[in-house]
């Protein structure tokens, strides 16, 4: 890969810099601001470190699209798997390079699942906070399939088999199409403003978008000062409201803006009246999408509360954010399997705008089954 820095006094400016000298194959791998000398004295700038592939790998691009998963049923996608595994055995039957003459056929014992290995995985669950409903869904559907299954491929039967029951989704938006609201809601402190800052970089530079902030979080001390920094600082504009009824003229204010986040205060999922509060000002303004942003260092009992907590704010999808954070991952699948809600964002870091990833069935299936992070 090819890595090169490119420092400009706005975010825009540095990125049509990497896309002029890169082209539209270029990545960000990380921004930060700097002070740089310049006639006018020290100035703050822009510095993106960009990536791009030399050489792309046709091979491994190919076999990942193979693995992909869209839209598919949990024994649908426990078929395709069971076929694949089939395929397999087929090819390794036809083929034995320590055999040059073929007198008879060869009757080989055909390597199954010990009921210790079974349990290894099963304890490697329990560890990662599995619950036992999910648990035993796996264990049966492992036992149906047993013949399939051979210690070389447990481990990706059982990530399939986790992936086919994480629902996530995406968020679409043209530029000049009509304008959307995007309202980002959750508890406190769990990394909405943060959230809001990514999503609202990565619309502006790469996809070029208008983009407009209102701040309803005039609850918690230096909330505002938070934004209205990364807002100077990103040239992104930002507006507040304190009362309710100023959010439609507010969004009249940014009615040229392809896409407007509302960033929300943090409000604890215990206190009705607070996430009232907030409903009222989301009503108002009739949000396109409303996301819950839960933590991934919280326990299933919390999360759980908090996604029922916040039903009243009729959320369509989970961003699961600090997953830099989090040791074991079992929480994420026990609470999305059962609100039935997709994740739609995952959060790995503070910096801004990186640290933000599209929610992807498998890489969070392969998450609860190893613990890693990293794809
Ligand atoms: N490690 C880590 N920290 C994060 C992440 N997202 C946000 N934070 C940090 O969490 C703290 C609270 O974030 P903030 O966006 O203000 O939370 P809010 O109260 O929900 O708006 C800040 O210190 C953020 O930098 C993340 O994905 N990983
Ligand atoms: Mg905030």
Known sequence: MKVKKFVAPTLKEASTLMKKELGSEAFILSTRVINKRTDLGIQKHFEITSGIEEDIDIISAETNAGNTIIGSSFSDELMKLQQKVIGKERVNKNYDENESIIIAPKTKKRETI??????????????HEVSKPIIKTIVNQIKKSKEFINPSNIEDYIITSLSSLIPTTSFEIKKRGKQKIVAIVGPTGVGKTT?????AAISKILNNLKIGIISIDTYRLGAIDQLRIFSEVSNIDMLVAYEAKEMPGLIKKFSDKDLIFIDTAGRGQKNRKELE????????????KTYLAISATNSTKNLEDVVKKFELLDYSALILTKIDEGVVFGNILNVVVNSGKPLIYLTNGQVIPDDI???DSDFIAKMVVTGETSS
Do not use: G, M, N
Request: charged share 35%; net charge neutral; proline share 0%.
């Open 114 to 127: 010990s009921s210790e290995k079974l349990k290894e995985y099963v304890d490697r669950l329990i560890h």
């Open 195 to 199: 959230c809001i800052a990514k999503l």
């Open 277 to 288: 509060k907030t409903k009222e000002f989301l009503d108002v303004v009739q949000t396109d």
């Open 357 to 359: 990833i599209a929610a």
